[in-house]
């Protein structure tokens, strides 16, 4: 069980609480300005509204037909820690000042539909704020606008910014949050480009929203539904999920019985038949869920269960990372 907060944090959590509910309305959660199209059999809005108390409906895509037209240039954004998953640092020494990186961050640039390697750029960073889970885009968004800079930068200079993604994969939340700003979404914004939340593992959308559990049903609230944690999550996966294609929907703090599947804040998507685990897939900004869950699934190589983008990005930045372990260790 995590300490409680101080007081300092507890104004802090309050502080960007605020700044994000006020950002949620500027947000778009559907494709605006693609300079591609996405073109798939069937729609989430024809689709039969999903019963949040029985076990999901799942929808399998038909992902081979998909038509991906005007699309060259996808970009992944990853960060691996120094230190603990959640990028506390692992001593003392690594703490913000010393010169020494907690986290490094990575941007991957691939082409579609080779999804071969156009550019890559990796930077070493301090987080810039404490860890408060729920408000993770204030210590990434930073580092992942950092690179996107960097990138700008060095295409304008050797004339290729025609070559700046069209739509980059995070890793990490975009809708499927509990204020519905995750740090996919949250980049997306401040960047004005497209994003995509493609996150590892899931993270129950509740705190801070209308309600802070699912229950399992309306008659019984003390009866904690399997939404409510990773585990209830893992175990449904692995039952309904056994196609390639296959997924269902996350609902939000928000969720009631009626809600259709165009209120999804997410998907847990299983996108090849070997993998093992689920990814979860949300908008990020002006890229619908729909059209994320149809790149998540033309993105991802046989055999491999990330997006080609977020899987390069995740090697690329684990390798820094372990490099400066050894470079530090060998210093000792």
Same mark, same amino acid.
Do not use: C
């Given at each position: 069980?995590?300490?409680?907060?101080?007081?300092?944090?507890?104004?802090?959590?309050?502080?960007?609480?605020?700044?994000?509910?006020?950002?949620?309305?500027?947000?778009?959660?559907?494709?605006?300005?693609?300079?591609?199209?996405?073109? @798939?059999?069937?729609?989430?809005?024809?689709?039969?509204?999903?019963?949040?108390?029985?076990?999901?409906?799942?929808?399998?895509?038909?992902?081979?037909?998909?038509?991906?037209?005007?699309?060259?240039?996808?970009?992944?954004?990853?960060?691996?820690?120094?230190?603990?998953?959640?990028?506390?640092?692992?001593?003392?020494?690594?703490?913000?000042?010393?010169?020494?990186?907690?986290?490094?961050?990575?941007?991957?640039?691939?082409?579609?539909?080779?999804?071969?390697?156009?550019?890559?750029?990796?930077?070493?960073?301090?987080?810039?704020?404490?860890?408060?889970?729920?408000?993770?885009?204030?210590?990434? @968004?930073?580092?992942?606008?950092?690179?996107?800079?960097?990138?700008?930068?060095?295409?304008?200079?050797?004339?290729?910014?025609?070559?700046?993604?069209?739509?980059?994969?995070?890793?990490?939340?975009?809708?499927?949050?509990?204020?519905?700003?995750?740090?996919?979404?949250?980049?997306?914004?401040?960047?004005?480009?497209?994003?995509?939340?493609?996150?590892?593992?899931?993270?129950?959308?509740?705190?801070?929203?209308?309600?802070?559990?699912?229950?399992?049903?309306?008659?019984?609230?003390?009866?904690?539904?399997?939404?409510?944690?990773?585990?209830?999550?893992?175990?449904?996966?692995?039952?309904?999920?056994?196609?390639?294609?296959?997924?269902?929907?996350?609902?939000? @703090?928000?969720?009631?019985?009626?809600?259709?599947?165009?209120?999804?804040?997410?998907?847990?998507?299983?996108?090849?038949?070997?993998?093992?685990?689920?990814?979860?897939?949300?908008?990020?900004?002006?890229?619908?869920?729909?059209?994320?869950?149809?790149?998540?699934?033309?993105?991802?190589?046989?055999?491999?269960?990330?997006?080609?983008?977020?899987?390069?990005?995740?090697?690329?930045?684990?390798? @820094?990372?372990?490099?400066?372990?050894?470079?530090?260790?060998?210093?000792?």
């Amino acid at each position: 069980m995590s300490p409680p907060l101080s007081p300092e944090l507890v104004a802090l959590k309050k502080q960007w609480t605020e700044e994000q509910l006020a950002l949620r309305p500027k947000l778009v959660f559907e494709d605006s300005g693609l300079s591609f199209t996405v073109q @798939a059999p069937g729609n989430l809005a024809t689709k039969k509204p999903d019963d949040p108390y029985k076990d999901p409906r799942v929808f399998t895509e038909d992902y081979k037909n998909t038509r991906i037209e005007g699309l060259r240039y996808i970009g992944g954004l990853d960060i691996s820690f120094v230190g603990d998953d959640d990028g506390t640092p692992s001593d003392s020494k690594n703490a913000e000042g010393n010169g020494r990186p907690d986290a490094f961050v990575t941007l991957v640039v691939i082409s579609y539909p080779s999804l071969q390697v156009v550019n890559t750029i990796t930077q070493s960073l301090h987080l810039p704020a404490p860890y408060i889970p729920s408000f993770l885009a204030y210590r990434e @968004a930073p580092a992942y606008a950092s690179v996107l800079a960097a990138l700008r930068t060095q295409l304008k200079d050797q004339g290729r910014e025609d070559q700046f993604p069209q739509v980059i994969m995070v890793d990490g939340n975009g809708r499927l949050h509990a204020r519905q700003t995750g740090v996919a979404s949250v980049v997306g914004f401040e960047g004005d480009v497209p994003t995509i939340g493609v996150a590892k593992n899931y993270q129950p959308p509740l705190a801070g929203g209308p309600k802070t559990s699912y229950t399992y049903s309306e008659s019984d609230p003390s009866v904690l539904h399997w939404r409510s944690s990773q585990d209830g999550m893992k175990e449904m996966t692995d039952k309904r999920l056994d196609q390639p294609g296959s997924w269902f929907g996350v609902f939000g @703090a928000d969720w009631n019985s009626t809600s259709p599947p165009e209120d999804y804040v997410g998907a847990a998507l299983r996108p090849v038949p070997t993998a093992k685990n689920p990814i979860f897939v949300s908008s990020g900004h002006r890229v619908s869920l729909q059209t994320a869950i149809h790149l998540a699934l033309a993105l991802t190589r046989p055999g491999t269960r990330l997006p080609e983008p977020i899987q390069l990005a995740d090697g690329i930045s684990r390798k @820094a990372v372990a490099k400066f372990k050894a470079q530090n260790h060998s210093r000792r």
